[in-house]
């Protein structure tokens, strides 16, 4: 099993953070089919052989992610594209 943990800086208001969150986890979701769901301030995200969260914080995020065997085989393409995101959104 493969880990991402990536935290990343923000300026943003917590209202503003969020909403380029559901960005981030719209694109999550069309690029690798994920679901999620908000449970206060983390968006949990999984499919089939991947569970993760994104934890909103007050000046950064925490991006969290299980792999599994198969999905582990592209966490550098899925860890580029959740960083190339959260650089575009934050």
Do not use: C, Y
Not at 80 to 85: F, L, M, P, S
Request: glycine share 8%.
């Amino acid at each position: 099993m493969s880990h991402i943990n990536i935290r990343h800086s923000h300026s943003l208001s917590k209202s503003h953070a969020r909403k380029a969150v559901e960005e981030v986890a719209k694109k999550l979701e069309e690029r690798f089919g994920v679901t999620s769901g908000w449970e206060g301030d983390v968006l949990n995200f999984s499919r089939s052989g991947v569970d993760g969260h994104i934890a909103l914080e007050d000046k950064g995020l925490h991006v969290t992610a299980k792999l599994g065997f198969l999905q582990a085989m592209f966490k550098d393409p899925i860890e580029a594209e959740i960083r190339r995101v959260l650089s575009e959104r934050f």
